[in-house]
């Protein structure tokens, strides 16, 4: 994974919002599920086009608090899929967040910002990772609470591949 260049951050910021821009496919519906994906569309403000992603959220075994949410979306007219996390507050930055798929080979994204609802982190979903979510079961984010110590989410990767293939 690459990281998007720097006018791209501002976007990004939307997108921990809950808004990543890119052209909606006329099917996609908000609410609309790929099994264990869910797809998120709005109006973008800027260019009042109306703009989907899909995403998951990771809950505590409980239910009663969010680990992280997973979003992936093309913003801006770049034609690249972005990878956007919102992780809880209250976490350790500098650590950022480990994941891995299906046990395979470990990666790390670097925690940008924090906003009042969470910190996020924004990174291009290359080639490798993109093929791992398609053909994975599990993928596994771990970060460090500062009070509660490692924590893991688990994210299904149920559904990613036709969620995904409707982004586009």
Same mark, same amino acid.
């Given at each position: 994974?690459?990281?998007?260049?720097?006018?791209?951050?501002?976007?990004?910021?939307?997108?921990?919002? &809950? *808004?990543?821009?890119?052209? #909606?496919?006329? %099917?996609?519906?908000?609410?609309?599920?790929?099994? #264990?994906?869910?797809?998120?569309?709005?109006?973008?403000?800027?260019?009042?086009?109306?703009?989907?992603?899909?995403?998951?959220?990771?809950?505590? @075994?409980?239910?009663?608090?969010?680990?992280?949410?997973?979003?992936? &979306?093309?913003?801006?007219?770049?034609?690249?899929? *972005?990878?956007?996390?919102?992780?809880?507050? /209250?976490? #350790?930055?500098?650590?950022?967040?480990?994941?891995?798929?299906? /046990?395979?080979?470990?990666?790390?994204?670097?925690?940008? !910002?924090?906003?009042?609802?969470?910190? !996020?982190? %924004?990174?291009?979903?290359?080639? @490798?990772?993109?093929? #791992?979510? @398609?053909? /994975?079961?599990?993928?596994?984010?771990?970060?460090?609470?500062?009070?509660?110590?490692?924590?893991?989410?688990?994210?299904?990767?149920?559904?990613?591949?036709?969620?995904?293939?409707?982004? @586009?």
């Amino acid at each position: 994974m690459t990281k998007p260049n720097v006018p791209l951050f501002f976007l990004f910021i939307l997108a921990a919002l &809950g *808004v990543l821009v890119n052209p #909606a496919h006329a %099917a996609l519906e908000t609410g609309q599920k790929f099994k #264990a994906w869910t797809v998120q569309c709005e109006q973008d403000a800027a260019s009042k086009a109306e703009v989907c992603h899909i995403y998951q959220t990771a809950a505590s @075994k409980d239910g009663k608090n969010q680990l992280l949410r997973l979003g992936i &979306g093309y913003p801006g007219n770049q034609g690249k899929p *972005v990878v956007i996390i919102l992780a809880p507050l /209250g976490i #350790a930055l500098q650590a950022g967040i480990a994941f891995r798929v299906d /046990g395979g080979e470990p990666g790390r994204i670097p925690l940008e !910002t924090c906003f009042p609802n969470g910190c !996020t982190s %924004a990174v291009e979903l290359d080639d @490798k990772l993109l093929a #791992a979510f @398609k053909n /994975g079961v599990t993928a596994e984010f771990q970060y460090v609470d500062v009070v509660r110590g490692p924590v893991t989410a688990s994210i299904s990767l149920n559904g990613f591949s036709a969620g995904f293939a409707a982004l @586009k």
